[in-house]
């Protein structure tokens, strides 16, 4: 008779199969880490974001600005604001000429609309687009004006 001998392993040679709970506690921890370092930066591309919006509105407005005069023959008057490039303006100077610059108008970044001003307080020749900035509040520090350098 052949005698097989077993082979059982000894409980100090025992495979491991698998995480124990601490190891995964400690990677969830470390991905949460990151994920927070990730989210933290994003809000500060967020801010730098916002403001590029501004320099496009700021860009897309004098276009229909642009348009506008060639139109009508002058730039809206600060009373008639932005709306004449929406809607044909009562008051006077009434365009030569109106149409349809556009649509609608956005709003900047923060939720307010963006304010308008013809003659402009720094060229007076020119018209001012104005953004109320994050704390929304006009004549701040953080207002953004498209007659800022």
Known sequence: MLFMKIHTPSPTFRRRSGFTLLEMVIVLGIIAMILGGA??????????AKLSQVESDFK???????????????YPTTQQGLKALVDKPSSTPVPRRWIQVMKKLPPDPWGADYGYRFPGKKQASDFEMISKGPDGIENTPDDLSSQDD
């Open 60 to 74: 897309s407005f004098e276009s229909a600005l642009a348009m506008y005069k060639l139109n009508g023959g002058s």
């Open 39 to 48: 989210i933290y930066s994003m809000n500060k591309i967020g801010g730098s």
